[in-house]
């Protein structure tokens, strides 16, 4: 099993940053890509970001590329997000999820293990 425990949500203006934690334990942190996902109101779960087990590789969804990134420091079991100029539109519960597979995964359905969420709010 894999716990994850997400931080770093809250309330910031259209145009500012954010950057969200997720602090994972029980299984070897460094065997598992992490990936960040989101739930606006009403609607589907959303991918955002994922990132390979050493790191060298990021993927982005379409609404987010060029304004967020993701990292992750393997001896901290951590892996961030970094959210550069917030929209209205970001505004979502943020959730960090980890899976034991290789390649890029989009559906919510190939991710093994997902945390509680954050509540990101960007307000106009």
């Known amino acids: 099993q894999v716990q994850l425990v997400e931080s770093g949500g809250g309330l910031v203006q259209a145009g500012g940053s954010l950057r969200l934690s997720c602090v994972a334990t029980?299984?070897?942190?460094?065997?598992?890509?992490m990936g960040w996902f989101r739930q606006a109101p009403g609607k589907e779960r959303e991918f955002v970001a994922q990132?390979?087990?050493?790191?060298?590789?990021?993927y982005f969804g379409d609404s987010v590329k060029g304004r967020f990134t993701i990292s992750r420091d393997n001896a901290k079991n951590t892996v961030y997000l970094q959210m550069n100029s917030l929209k209205p539109e970001d505004t979502a519960i943020y959730y960090c999820?980890?899976?034991?597979?290789?390649?890029?995964?989009?559906?919510?359905?190939?991710?093994?293990?997902w945390g509680q969420g954050t509540q990101v709010t960007v307000s106009s």
């Open positions: 999820a980890a899976a034991d597979r290789s390649g890029i995964i989009t559906a919510t359905g190939s991710w093994d293990y």
């Open positions: 990132i390979r087990r050493s790191g060298s590789f990021t």
């Open positions: 029980g299984r070897t942190f460094s065997n598992y890509r």
